[in-house]
């Protein structure tokens, strides 16, 4: 235990001393968005009735800020070690593989849990949503960042290079986050777009965030956490079994 | 007694480079045993397997018994491994550094030693300095500590002293010594021979991914008979029967190659019987560099 919790307490320290580009410079950009979204589109739009197009905006950012940071800080803190070498600290000593994934996905999930509530402090000054079922938003908040947390480790094991890692965000996290229902509510989109948002992974996460807030959503949030949460017992289980195997980590 | 390090039949390859092929090798406790070859010949990548940073093809390696694989807990315990490149966490002090690698190991309060560590390897005034601030040799004195903070009871040293100074290496090899008289294992690769003749009990010469080369070091410097016999004649003339032997000749100093020292008693002879007079004599002892450069010379024995 004393080895999971060392490697999660410098887990946690590494992105806390540099907090203002990992916690605050990511609280910043996301309320951009929110400032400029909200200024050109809020009075064309209403996605559910009764709820104005900032406030419907809001948790849809504030878990896509979550799931971006839970992705990054895995991947980073990996691909630096490897990157300068480091990363044999923590292949030497008897950690576990469960060890070893426990404090870099715990990690994760803080690090986007203190983004995401940095980001809905802060947008409360412009629109009022408490979440009327919270233990939902939490629950959607924990899968959605340990998806994400996951799919940043096996990231930071599998990419050799910063750019690598680089297109795995790009290609992969940025576009399935941004095309999953941040911005609009599904039932906007012409009939394809519709369906084939029902294959992002992200969209259950957004969608059933949002409910937790305003009891609104666009599937039910019930189907939402049964797939999410499946998604995320099967990414941890390949996670585990990738480190236990020492996939590009033990040669 | 179970030994400190067993390899039977080792075995690692790399795409289609064979790094190790058929490494049997075993490691007394409480020797301090080298292991040298010239690059590329798989010191290091027995040492990742050692370490479980590679996982071998074939064979077994135990670390006091337990198998480095499947009873990586215990192995690892047991194992504390410096390595040979310069790495760091640009993140923490040296302290944090030290503090953090002791909870790897399960270590809670590890506060006593590691002050030790950092008094015996000269650090104590850096303890509270970021890892990045310091120079190389500091660095490398925090890797030295990293490996030592669970007490490991078998130490490996990867070229611990490869662009190290003077200071340092005698720092080092205090530490290490008083390590290993109090019954640790040491196992070190080096570049530098004259440290391996000076430490090493016993040595393992690699080369090409097999051993060429295992014995005490004395033997291995006994088993080497090559000699260099320079002497001083008056007159300066070398006799003609010794003209084969002459290697070079500075003024009436000669330098003789002697294949063994038992051709020394005749080569003596043959400038008394030409009646010059030794002036000077001097025979060189064997190095283990001269061994290293002639098996390395030779093919290795398939």
């Known amino acids: 235990m004393t080895g999971f919790l060392t490697l999660l307490y410098k887990e946690l320290l590494r992105f806390w001393k540099v907090s203002f580009q990992t916690v605050l410079a990511p609280v910043l950009t996301t309320l951009l968005y929110l400032l400029i979204f909200s200024y050109v589109l809020s009075r064309r739009v209403e996605v559910y009735p009764g709820v104005s197009y900032t406030a419907f905006l809001i948790p849809g950012l504030v878990m896509m800020s979550m799931l971006q940071n839970a992705f990054a800080n895995s991947s980073s803190s990996l691909i630096q070690s490897k990157v300068t070498g480091n990363i044999v600290f923590v292949l030497l000593p008897p950690l576990s593989a469960g060890e070893f994934f426990g404090a870099y996905l715990v990690a994760s999930i803080v690090r986007g849990f203190s983004v995401g509530l940095g980001v809905l402090l802060v947008a409360q000054f412009y629109a009022s949503t408490p979440p009327i079922h919270i233990i939902w938003a939490l629950l959607f908040g924990f899968f959605g960042c340990g998806i994400l947390g996951c799919l940043g480790i096996i990231a930071g094991i599998w990419a050799e290079k910063f750019d690598q890692l680089a297109a795995f965000q790009n290609f992969i996290v940025v576009p399935l986050s941004f095309l999953s229902g941040v911005f609009y509510s599904i039932h906007a989109l012409p009939p394809f777009w519709r369906e084939m948002s029902h294959f992002n992974p992200f969209f259950y996460m957004i969608d059933g965030f949002r409910y937790g807030f305003f009891g609104l959503s666009d599937v039910a949030p019930q189907l939402s956490l049964i797939i999410v949460a499946a998604s995320f017992a099967g990414l941890s289980a390949l996670t585990i079994g990738l480190i236990h195997r020492g996939y590009k980590l033990r040669g | 007694m179970t030994a400190a390090i067993e390899i039977t039949g080792l075995k690692k ?290």
């Open chain 2, 13 to 302: 390859r790399f795409g289609s480079l064979q790094a190790l092929s058929g490494i049997d090798l075993t490691i007394e406790r409480g020797e301090f045993f080298g292991l040298l070859g010239p690059n590329g010949a798989g010191k290091s990548t027995l040492i990742n397997l050692l370490a479980g940073l590679l996982r071998p093809d074939h064979g077994f390696l135990r670390i006091l018994g337990h198998d480095v694989v499947r009873q990586y807990r215990s192995a690892r315990l047991s194992l504390g491994v410096v390595p040979q490149e310069i790495v760091y966490d640009p993140f923490f002090t040296v302290r944090e550094t030290l503090l953090i690698q002791s909870g790897y190991y399960g270590l809670r309060r590890n506060h006593h030693w590691i002050n030790t560590l950092l008094e015996r390897l000269d650090l104590t005034d850096k303890a509270d300095v970021n890892m990045r601030a310091l120079s190389g040799g500091m660095k490398r004195r925090v890797l030295v500590a990293q490996a030592l903070v669970h007490r490991p009871e078998v130490i490996v040293l990867d070229e611990p002293t490869a662009g190290v100074d003077v200071e340092l290496r005698q720092t080092l090899w205090a530490f290490i010594q008083s390590l290993n008289s109090q019954g640790h294992t040491i196992v070190l690769t080096t570049h530098y021979l004259e440290e391996a003749q000076e430490f090493c009990q016993r040595i393992a010469m690699l080369k090409q991914g097999q051993i060429v080369a295992l014995d005490t070091t004395k033997s291995l410097l006994a088993s080497f008979e090559h000699r260099e016999l320079k002497v001083t004649l008056n007159p300066f003339e070398l006799p003609d029967a010794l003209r084969p032997m002459l290697r070079q000749s500075i003024g009436a100093t000669h330098i003789l190659d002697l294949p063994s020292l038992a051709g020394l008693e005749e080569t003596l002879a043959i400038i008394r019987q030409s009646g010059a007079q030794i002036e000077d004599l001097s025979l060189s002892e064997p190095d283990l560099e001269d061994i290293f450069v002639s098996i390395m010379n030779e093919q290795v024995l398939e």
